[in-house]
């Protein structure tokens, strides 16, 4: 069992930024991959952006160029920075595990989610 704890979400307006935590109750250099994920209302859950502990990143075409994922091992937590926020980001953003193997065929493990509300 992994437990995951995101802080971080908050009302932002547009334009601006935030940054996501995940911190993760497993060493994350053991972990095969972590991701963001969120979900909006009425929306099925997407994905956001995933590192792998190659270091290997991946975004959603949406979040391209204006959000970056990072890993901190010595700390086992993820960020996700999200600057020039739009509305359409506003959702539940969620804290994933794949402790082995290839993510893409989904996580094993979820934190509770933090919500990110993108409003003037």
């Known amino acids: 069992q992994v437990q995951l704890v995101e802080s971080g979400g908050g009302l932002v307006q547009p334009g601006g930024s935030l940054r996501l935590s995940c911190v993760s109750s497993?060493?994350?250099?053991?972990?095969?991959?972590m991701g963001w994920y969120r979900q909006a209302p009425g929306k099925q859950r997407e994905l956001v952006a995933i590192i792998t502990n190659g270091g290997n990143t991946n975004y959603a075409d949406s979040v391209k160029g204006r959000f970056t994922i990072s890993g901190d091992n010595a700390q086992n937590t993820v960020y996700l920075q999200m600057n020039s926020l739009k509305p359409e980001d506003t959702a539940v953003y969620y804290c994933?595990?794949?402790?082995?193997?290839?993510?893409?065929?989904?996580?094993?493990?979820w934190g509770k989610g933090t919500l990110v509300t993108v409003s003037s």
């Open positions: 497993r060493n994350i250099a053991s972990i095969a991959a």
């Open positions: 994933g595990t794949k402790i082995y193997g290839d993510y893409h065929g989904g996580m094993d493990f």
